[in-house]
């Protein structure tokens, strides 16, 4: 509650300064940079946050506007959507609390229509009888105005957070059987909506979380977000986050380029594409290494392999791994 009375204070008192003004310089990186949205299309963006942005984010109202899409193998095709707070769509829906939930958070100007969720949830659901959910958090992510789109992955977060505390209240479903994995923007939401719940999420994955806006934000994702939090490199230092910041932190062929891609939005993606072929067969096996600058480069000679991805968090598991893939599916080596 006092977090949000000093957010809406500070809100009312940048309402009242001209609208150019920067508010915070520092978000890290080039101020100007040329990112590609979900749909593929390339945008040269201001990534520092301004007085207009921060009018834009307080449009954004993601208690009413995110929208919760239920899969489950008895629905695995037509969402069942879901609103926080409505009971009695919860209590029709296919929900069942005595399994587990995995929750998928797609990047900026990106839905649920997008390549995350489409590739994720079937492969979570053949992996294992759970129910999916999509949150479509468009409201707040479709925006043009990236500075915008990274304060509202703030407030979706903690948005998302008390949905899981509803579903939790309502179903006696508890954060011990979730498992968060996010894209992007979406993969400093996981760690937000981890440290804002009433428990402790099982398992959180942050899919190569965005590198702009977030090199000094404290609100990037934190390793003791959740019991278990692994991150997956594909792109670092460029569309990705590169230095390490989960119990566990994979850097495939290095971090950067991913075989059989040509552009960093395909790199971008890899990770999710990974993941979904975790699920299925396992595989992907890392080597540690003592840094992350030794992950990406190659240079890892510590002894102890680990699994990137699959269905179970590997909880107590620490360490920055590397490991080689194949160009096209199937991209594990083993
Ligand atoms: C909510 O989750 C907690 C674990 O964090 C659990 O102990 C509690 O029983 C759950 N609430 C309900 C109503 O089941």
Redesign the pocket.
């Known amino acids: 509650m006092l977090a949000l009375t000093a957010s809406v204070l500070l809100l009312a008192a940048a309402a009242a300064l001209p609208t150019n003004d920067l508010v915070i310089s520092k978000l890290g990186g080039d101020r100007y940079q040329y990112m590609r949205a979900g749909n593929g299309v390339l945008h040269l963006v201001d990534t520092w946050l301004k007085v207009s942005d921060l009018n834009a984010a307080a449009r954004y109202a993601p208690d009413t506007q995110n929208v919760y899409h239920l899969f489950t193998r008895a629905n695995p095709t037509v969402s069942q959507p879901i609103l926080i707070g409505a009971n009695g769509v919860l209590g029709s829906s296919n929900f069942n609390p005595s399994r587990r939930t995995i929750m998928i958070l797609h990047g900026w100007i990106d839905n649920v229509l997008g390549d995350v969720t489409t590739v994720l949830i079937p492969a979570f659901l053949e992996a294992e009888d759970v129910n999916v959910i999509a949150v479509d958090w468009s409201a707040g992510a479709s925006t043009i105005n990236y500075a915008a789109a990274v304060v509202n992955t703030v407030t979706s977060g903690e948005a998302v957070a008390r949905f899981i505390n509803w579903l939790?209240?309502s179903t006696?479903s508890?954060?011990?059987q979730f498992h968060i994995a996010g894209h992007s923007l979406g993969g400093h939401q996981s760690g937000i909506i981890g440290r804002n719940v009433?428990?402790n999420i099982a398992c959180l994955r942050a899919l190569d979380p965005a590198l702009p806006g977030w090199i000094t934000n404290d609100n990037k994702f934190r390793a003791n977000d959740g019991a278990y939090t692994e991150v997956i490199h594909t792109n670092a230092g460029l569309l990705g986050y590169i230095t390490n910041l989960g119990h566990t932190d994979f850097y495939p062929n290095g971090g950067i380029n991913m075989p059989g891609c040509n552009s960093q939005q395909c790199d971008h993606d890899r990770c999710f594409y990974y993941l979904a072929e975790s699920l299925r067969t396992g595989g992907f096996t890392g080597t540690r290494c003592a840094t992350y600058a030794g992950a990406m480069t190659g240079n890892c000679v510590l002894w102890g392999n680990l699994q990137m991805g699959g269905l179970r968090p590997k909880t107590g598991s620490t360490g920055i791994y590397y490991l080689q893939t194949n160009a096209a599916p199937p991209f594990s080596r083993g």
């Open positions: 939790n209240q006696g508890t954060p011990a009433n428990g």
